[in-house]
């Protein structure tokens, strides 16, 4: 295959490769990630509540993950504007997991604790949260921002 060929097929699949999945190394904490809710649970003593949505539980539903600042906050255009801190991070296996602790929301008296587990090679996402006699669980996606910011 001559170099005009084999530059004009990198050229076509360029498109391909820019939106694939993530590779491993891009949840390294090199560059901050952007996160997306896609489902949330509910779950107290008496029923689990299936789509919940999660603004009304203090959790954006668009959220920027900032390793620099150890934080995790919504995107501009969120109704949520809490900022959370990032406690511990962990990389095991396949899988980025954060942790943490929080107050829990303005008016109540119940912290939580959380964890979020990113599957490095695909982005997929599970948080889970628990306070007082309450449960959370939200499944969702967490690409990397280029350029870190």
Do not use: Q
Not at 23 to 32: K, M, V
Not at 63 to 87: A, C, M, Q, W, Y
Not at 101 to 115: F, H, N, P, Q, V
């Amino acid at each position: 295959m001559n170099n005009r060929k084999r530059l004009l097929l990198f050229l076509l699949s360029l498109p391909v490769l820019m939106t694939g999945p993530a590779f491993s190394g891009d949840f390294d904490g090199s560059n901050a990630l952007t996160g997306t809710v896609d489902r949330l649970i509910e779950i107290n003593r008496l029923r689990v509540i299936e789509g919940v949505d999660p603004d009304t539980v203090g959790l954006p539903e668009k959220f920027i993950i900032d390793f620099r600042e150890n934080t995790l906050r919504g995107t501009p255009d969120s109704l949520v504007r809490r900022v959370v801190r990032i406690k511990r991070i962990e990389h095991i296996e396949d899988k980025l997991i954060l942790l943490g602790a929080d107050e829990g929301m303005a008016g109540t008296s119940s912290g939580l604790g959380w964890s979020l587990s990113i599957e490095k090679p695909s982005g997929r996402a599970v948080l889970s949260a628990a306070g007082s006699g309450i449960a959370y669980v939200a499944f969702g996606t967490c690409m990397p921002i280029r350029g870190g910011k």
